[in-house]
């Protein structure tokens, strides 16, 4: 029904929107420069600079493939939001000591740490899809899709020319203090419907996860294909 739709939706949207296009420049800023830090850590022959790259870079969405599931089982129990919260301030810890690290161990480790504390996009598409009115959900969707998208995009162009200019650290911290904003936007801004209350005579009824909330599906599996 229409009331059970969040009427903070499009503010909502727009967070997201930022959000995933923030998170997802951070998550792919560093390919064009990422060898050349590599050798700036220590690593020496042109063998060992590629074989850390790659390590550094696959090291952050293999993470994240990892902690996926989890971390929609915890926004199924807790909240979307409080998910959000939680990746894009882990996200703004991690990016930021990226820029930091004096060793190419510490790199990979926090490009691990960064996957682990992912999960903003997926989480925003699933909040999106849960509180936008059936009738503006195909819009919404592909919106933030866009967004998505964008981040992915802009972050090696971004990557590409910033470190000329301030320096590879400096574009490191200049991407955690970016996803900082989002993570203060996410907390003060989003408005998420309160879930609804269960009932604990209950027991032998499954609770129903985000999936099953989300009235028209259709949108969502055409995100997934596509």
């Not at 740490?113 to 997926?122: D, K, P």
């Not at 996803?179 to 879930?195: D, G, M, Q, S, Y």
């Amino acid at each position: 029904t229409q009331g059970a739709h969040n009427i903070h939706w499009r503010r909502n949207l727009a967070v997201c929107f930022a959000g995933s296009f923030s998170t997802l420049v951070a998550m792919t800023l560093l390919l064009p420069f990422l060898p050349l830090y590599v050798e700036q850590l220590g690593a020496e022959g042109h063998a060992a600079v590629v074989q850390w790259s790659g390590i550094a870079y696959g090291a952050t969405f293999f993470a994240a493939a990892l902690v996926a599931p989890l971390w929609g089982r915890l926004g199924d129990r807790y909240g979307r939001k409080l998910m959000l919260v939680r990746a894009s301030f882990g996200m703004a810890v991690c990016m930021s000591l990226t820029g930091m690290v004096e060793t190419v161990w510490q790199l990979v480790l926090l490009r691990l740490l960064i996957g682990f504390a992912g999960g903003y996009s997926s989480g925003s598409t699933i909040l999106v899809a849960m509180q936008t009115p059936k009738e503006r959900s195909g819009w919404a969707l592909g919106v933030l899709s866009a967004g998505i998208t964008g981040g992915a995009l802009v972050g090696p162009l971004l990557g590409g020319a910033l470190p000329p200019l301030i320096g590879i650290r400096a574009t490191f911290l200049v991407a955690g203090g970016v996803i900082f904003l989002a993570f203060l936007a996410t907390t003060f801004l989003i408005k998420e419907n309160p879930r609804p209350a269960t009932d604990k005579s209950a027991t032998t009824e499954k609770p129903k996860g985000g999936w099953s909330q989300i009235t028209d599906k259709r949108p969502i599996v055409a995100m997934l294909v596509t």
